[in-house]
């Protein structure tokens, strides 16, 4: 089962790069089969890019970290 502070970890990897652009990714929820449930906010709630953010950027980060998460989704 992945642990919140992991892929909290992991998330603060990609931070920076998120804040830069004005925006941020909030942790909502690690789900017991390995769904990573996060709330983009700021600039990225509402750019139209924020899915290739979520797919490309923070769900490819969190896989290479974490080989237990299976998909990240916007809540």
């Known amino acids: 089962m992945l642990e919140r502070e992991h892929v909290e970890f992991s998330l603060n990897q990609i931070r920076p790069a998120l804040q830069r652009d004005g925006g941020n990714v909030e942790l ?9 449930k996060v709330k983009l906010v ?3 709630g509402s750019c ?3 899915m290739m953010t979520l797919k490309g950027g923070i769900e490819a980060q969190l896989k290479r970290d974490l080989p237990g ?7």
């Open 28 to 36: 909502v929820d690690v789900t017991a089969d390995g769904i990573v």
């Open 42 to 44: 700021g600039a990225c």
């Open 69 to 75: 998460v299976k998909a990240v989704e916007a809540v």
């Open 48 to 50: 139209p890019m924020s």
